[in-house]
């Protein structure tokens, strides 16, 4: 195999530098190489390709790092020049794309991406020098993680929410020198955050637009028509639309017909705007921690320090561990009226984009449980493999290259054992992965990170809270 990374500049470029062949018996193919390395063809029980096709007995070949034919085992077995690997009971996907994240350089943070399939992420808010070096690394081969899109600092009001991670703004013309320094820096888009008012909101919106700059947010101070009709791309959490539908005496209590829900989802349509749920986050937020921490799978691999963390930061302020009986209903209520949301938007066909909000839920495992609360939201399952895939790839404008399984995609590949367009849990298990072609040894990684969680400390060893890349060590 071509060990050779796909650089960032080639990965992002329109159309794939490859040469057309015919290597299988006349089915014209995609070369992505000149060396004398053989193809690798994957069998397995179906394949579906990110743009709803699905093949059983399925089989697809890859060469260097791109795919070169996609189709059934009796097509692609006739060639002998070739080495054979056989998954009998997967499904082969795209590579996986979480679409909200705040990184962590720790070596176990993209090893636990990794082992569930995640093959690029959209880092939402961080540190902007550490972030740009860590994808630097990624792209090295210096760090285990996957393929990263940075979005840069939070941009938010004076003082901002996380200091460690956020850019403040007291004036609108210091909007447009912070937004020059980082384009130079080679962030990818931005994102505006909580307490972030309109005016804010507006002027980084506009100035990132003509520097032909995507802008998601996390709104509160600010309501989503308002952001909408600055033509932001994408809305960050359910609870960011709460100012535009819910009435605060009322709470989450919703009228699916209402017309505030109408005019909202009109506003999405004709502005084309994205919306990235975090329905995980947001059932944590309403009530999982405290009530029910230790039972989220993932939270008891999490290195101790998160853990205790996130214990006492996002769940003792709640104080849920007291609540009674009809606090606990509402608070379940609130969170299925949250659902009901985004299945009335895939409904009317705003696009929805699969994000965690990792570390707030446990990394690469909190993903497969966004899908899960998905699916029972209403939507099939076959949108929202598009939306953990495609959708992802469409909004990142690199779907020339990943989020489908065609030949001169880029070879990012995720065997699972099931089928979870039957099953959506079934994403969980996660046999093999390949990234750009190469394999991924996933045993050694879920060793690495698992003992790299076992032996953590107690207490975070940095100045900042253990949420995005800290700046100083004490």
Known sequence: MNEKA????????????????????????????????????????????????????????IKGEYIVAVGSRKDLAANKNCQFIELACATILPGFIDMHVHLSNEPWFGQKLLVNGITSVRDTGNNAVE?????????????????????????DAIPPFWPHIG??????????????????????GFKTYSKAPPW?????????????KQVTCH????????ALNFNIGCIEHIVSLKNDLVEAEKGWVLDKDSSKISKLIKLFLKKKSYLTPTLAVMEAMQHWWGLRFNQFPGYNEYPPYLRNWLKQVLAAPRNSDNWDSSQIANA??????????AGLFYSAGIPLLAGSDSPCVPVGAGFHYELELLAQSGIPND??????????????????????????????????DGDPLEDIRATRKVQALWIEGKAVDLAQLRFDAEAACKQAPARYPYDTPPFGIPKSKK
Request: charged share 25%.
């Open 332 to 341: 379940c209520q609130a969170f299925r009226n949250q659902q009901v949301i």
């Open 200 to 212: 804010l909101v507006k002027s980084i919106v506009e100035y990132a637009h003509k520097k032909d």
């Open 131 to 155: 972030i740009i070096k860590l994808r630097q690394k990624q792209e090295n081969g210096d760090w285990p993680g996957p393929r990263i899109f940075t979005y840069g600092p939070l941009l």
């Open 6 to 61: 796909i650089s960032r500049r080639e990965f992002l470029s329109v159309g794939t530098n490859v040469a057309v062949a015919s290597l299988f018996l006349g089915h014209e193919v995609i070369a992505a190489d000149t060396e004398n390395s053989l193809p690798v063809t994957i069998f397995c029980r179906q394949l579906w390709d990110g743009d709803g096709k699905r093949i059983q007995d399925a089989a697809i070949t």
């Open 383 to 416: 949108y929202v493999l598009k939306m953990a895939t495609r959708f992802g790839a469409q909004y990142l404008k690199i779907d020339h290259k990943v989020g489908m399984l065609k030949p001169g995609m880029v070879a990012d590949i995720v065997a699972v």
């Open 219 to 226: 709104l509160v101070q600010t309501t989503a028509t308002e």
């Open 167 to 188: 850019v403040g703004f007291a004036k609108e013309e210091d909007v447009k020198p912070v937004i020059d320094d980082l384009v130079n820096m080679g962030v990818d």
